[in-house]
């Protein structure tokens, strides 16, 4: 009969879902299930009920191969079959209440039972229990009267039962069942309970109003109307001065400075010819007037044609022995062309002049070809190529420096001028030098700038000297001087001195004092302290905020009233 039989081994911590579902997966009719020692799953009337029922209703018969005395009773009281091994025969329990079936230690292989007939015996053996035909496993066993098939999970009783209570108990329980959800009140507790929750209120009342005077606080929030007043004034900045004086609006400055080195290269445009000079000999006369004629000193320019010589000796012009009363004086003298190039080359017969106002008058020839020049154009820089680049130089963008500058002022706690800004005389140098030989030239100019700056408080002492002569000191007072968003025009200046007009707008309002204030509104409510504030004139509204929400009025320490006084 093995091929009808199933054996499930049973952890000691699976749920009764679990069991449920390894009992429908088998294919067997009949299905053993082993049990471990303490299966506390088992100890429960409604797990067995499930179980049972889970059984029935897919054709199968379960048997517990178990022995523990704890499960016995429920089985019994369910009507679920128990073995205490594989090969014992399977039998209904005892009920607690009345014999269900009897022990059997009668050791039978389930697989080898024969058919028993199931109307006459309560124990069956595990095998035969599968051969019923039906869609219900018929298990002739009886049911207790006391046992409902339906699961009241609230039903304690069942347990009860179960687990073996005494008879005296177990026919009380029958007779005469108590609904345990129903329990009699312990005012004793109740009274506990009162009295401590009534200490915890007071507790709470009183640490609320500890809280409130300890920690309260109260802010007013006063909102003023203002007017305007237009300011526009003229100073002068030095920083050689050392105070302010109000009377020729002379501010003392600081100087920030700064300087920046920048390059620019561009091709050459400067030609030279390095090639060969021409030389010769000239001869240099003078007119015969019976004068005395200074000599022609060496390194003298002599020209023709625009081309230059220059003399390499010196020479003294004298009249011809063999001709006295000639009307000429001559000297003959060594020559070279100031720049190479074969425009130097020039026929014999050209006539030159002597550049001096010490030669007037004096004339030269030569009577010989001069030769030699040749030539050899090269690039060079000239003036007109540094010029070109310092001019790009100018275009470079400096507002990173001004921006510096600036920074520099402010973190120095000073109010910067922005128009002050001042570039001054750069230092030039080139690469390649004037006139040396080069086809691209680098200028790099080292600019310095300046700005200055100036103390806040001074701003302020004339702006106020500018309002309060437009405004009724008496009744009114400068709420903002418009300083941070005051406009600066530099007249005129240079990185040490500036004339500079200032124009701004400045809110004036209602003069309030703060302290006076505090000392009205000490102990009022919210309604009181409104009234009191705007007695003054200018004030448009007044909001007070207390804090804890449950204060209601103003603290008497004015260190804890803070009022913040607003333009509107």
């Given amino acids: 009969m093995s091929d009808i039989k199933d054996t499930i081994y049973i952890d000691v911590d699976e749920d009764i879902t679990g069991i449920i579902d390894k009992v429908q997966g088998s294919s067997k009719k009949v299905v053993a299930l082993v049990l471990p020692k303490r299966a506390s799953v088992f100890q429960s009337v409604v797990n067995l009920k499930l179980l049972k029922r889970a059984s029935e209703k ?20 369910v009507g679920v079959h128990v073995a205490k091994t594989l090969q014992s025969k ?6 607690p209440n009345g014999p269900l079936g009897s022990e059997s230690d009668d050791n039978l292989d389930m697989d080898e039972a024969e058919e028993l007939d199931l109307s006459e015996s309560k124990d069956v053996p595990v095998g035969d229990l599968a051969e019923s035909t039906g869609s219900e496993i018929p298990i002739n066993t009886r049911k207790p009267d006391d046992i409902d098939e339906t699961i009241d999970i609230a039903d304690d009783t069942l347990i009860d039962d179960a687990i073996g209570s005494s008879d005296k108990k177990s026919k009380k329980s029958k007779k005469d069942k108590k609904n345990k959800n129903l329990k009699v009140p312990n005012f004793n507790k109740f009274r506990k309970i009162l009295v401590f929750g009534g200490l915890g209120l007071v507790a709470l009342i009183v640490l609320f109003f500890i809280f409130g005077s300890t920690f309260n606080k109260a802010t007013v929030n006063i909102a003023t109307q203002t007017t305007p007043v237009k300011v526009n004034l003229t100073f002068n900045l030095d920083t050689g001065a050392k105070t302010i004086n109000t009377a020729n609006s002379t501010v003392p400055a600081v100087s920030q400075s700064s300087s920046k080195s920048s390059s620019q290269s561009v091709p050459t445009t400067g030609q030279q010819n390095n090639g060969n000079k021409a030389t010769g000999t000239i001869t240099i006369s ?30 003294t012009l004298k009249t011809p022995a063999n001709d006295p009363n000639a009307c000429k004086v001559k000297g003959d003298v060594a020559v070279t062309a100031q720049n190479g190039g074969v425009n130097g080359n020039l026929a014999s017969g050209s006539t030159f002049s002597i550049a001096g106002s010490a030669y007037v008058g004096f004339t030269g020839s030569n009577g010989s070809t001069l030769t030699g020049g040749t030539d050899n154009m090269v690039n060079i820089v000239s003036q007109t190529d540094i010029n070109n680049a310092s001019q790009k130089i100018s275009t470079i963008d400096t507002s990173s420096v001004k921006k510096a500058l600036e920074n520099q002022l402010t973190q120095a706690g ?41 103390q806040k408080n001074y701003l302020n002492t004339l702006v106020t000297a500018n309002v309060n002569k437009q405004i009724n000191t008496s009744q009114q007072s400068i709420l903002d001087n418009g300083i941070s968003s005051a406009q600066y025009t530099v007249l005129q200046g240079n990185a040490t001195t500036a004339q500079v007009n200032m124009q701004d707008t400045a809110l004036v309002g209602t003069t309030l004092d703060v302290a006076t204030i505090k000392g009205q509104i000490v102990g009022k409510k919210s309604g009181d302290v409104e009234s009191t504030i705007k007695a003054y004139p200018g004030v448009n509204t007044v909001t007070v905020k207390f804090f804890p929400s449950w204060v209601n009025s103003i603290p008497s320490n004015q260190k804890k009233i803070t009022i913040n006084i607003s333009k509107s």
């Fill in 414 to 454: 000073l109010v910067p001028i922005e128009g002050t800004f001042n570039a001054g005389t750069p230092t030039t140098t080139a690469a390649p030098t004037l006139g040396s030989q080069g086809n691209n030239v680098t200028v790099t100019e080292v600019i310095p700038y300046t700005m200055l700056g100036v």
């Fill in 58 to 77: 897919n054709s199968k018969n379960i048997v517990l191969i178990t022995s523990e005395s704890s499960i016995l009773p429920i089985a019994g009281m």
């Fill in 286 to 315: 003078a007119p015969c007037a019976g004068l005395s004629y200074p000599a022609v000193a060496a390194g003298t320019g002599i020209s023709s044609g625009g081309i230059i010589f220059i003399t390499q000796t010196g020479v």
């Fill in 90 to 95: 399977p039998m209904i329990p005892s009920h």
